[in-house]
């Protein structure tokens, strides 16, 4: 399985016979069950029946040759993965002005199309969604963007990543629900009840119990 993380990396494109040299160098080492470069491949073969082989050959009129991956799948199979699924990140984070990863630029982080945003975040057990009315702690909110920022505590040294999420606060009247237009940040910890859980809530104007 090393020996196949190691000759499959695209960043040192390992040629046929630096394979074959790395195999013997660490045959005549000593190195114990060294596999031949026959058995790597049908090991490799094994894999790609098992799992699929995401790179699409494709060969185009002009007779040039592209290879082409999928990216849904390449992702489907990280987030299936037990030592890569908590690498992932799921939602785009404000970097304040300094980027170093895909998710921090400015681009995922303020146009990305409505469609595009992540739909929901799972808090104590919870769902929220992106448009839904909630209920915090203090209030009501309806989250419009849900991303991740450093925020400063007064029992940790170093502000630490926590998601956040953008929207409106919303205040109950005798009248209905009035939605503010100007939006706010807030912390999706403070997030207390679900769309759901407050439609059950006769109490509440503008929701009916049938």
């Known amino acids: 399985f090393i020996t196949d993380l190691l000759f499959g990396s695209t960043h040192l494109q390992f040629s046929e016979a630096q394979k074959k040299a790395v195999l013997s160098w ?19 073969d ?28 390449a992702i489907a199979k990280d987030y299936s993965n037990p030592l890569t699924c908590f690498c992932m ?4 984070e ?7 990863q ?19 975040i ?3 057990n919870n769902i929220y969604f992106r448009n839904e009315l909630l209920q915090l702690t203090t209030g009501f909110f309806i989250p419009t963007h849900f991303f991740q920022g450093k925020i ?15 929207g409106h606060p ?15 940040i807030l912390e999706v910890s403070l997030f207390q009840q679900t769309y759901i859980d407050l439609q059950t809530d006769v109490h509440l104007c503008g929701f009916t119990c049938e």
């Open 26 to 44: 660490a045959h005549e080492m000593g190195a114990q069950n060294v596999p031949t470069l026959y058995a790597l491949r049908k090991a490799q």
């Open 46 to 73: 094994h894999i790609c029946s098992c799992i699929g082989n995401p790179t699409c050959k494709v060969t185009a009129s002009s007779g040039n040759i592209f290879y082409i991956n999928s990216i849904s799948s």
């Open 89 to 92: 990140h799921d939602y785009p």
């Open 94 to 100: 404000d970097g304040r002005g300094n980027m170093s």
């Open 102 to 120: 895909m998710h921090h630029g400015l681009k995922m982080l303020h146009e990305l199309p409505k469609e595009l945003l992540v739909p929901s």
């Open 122 to 124: 799972r808090v104590n």
């Open 152 to 166: 400063s505590s007064r029992n940790a040294e170093q502000p630490s990543l926590q998601v956040l999420a953008l």
């Open 170 to 184: 919303v205040v109950w009247t005798e009248a209905g629900f009035a939605v503010d237009p100007e939006c706010i």
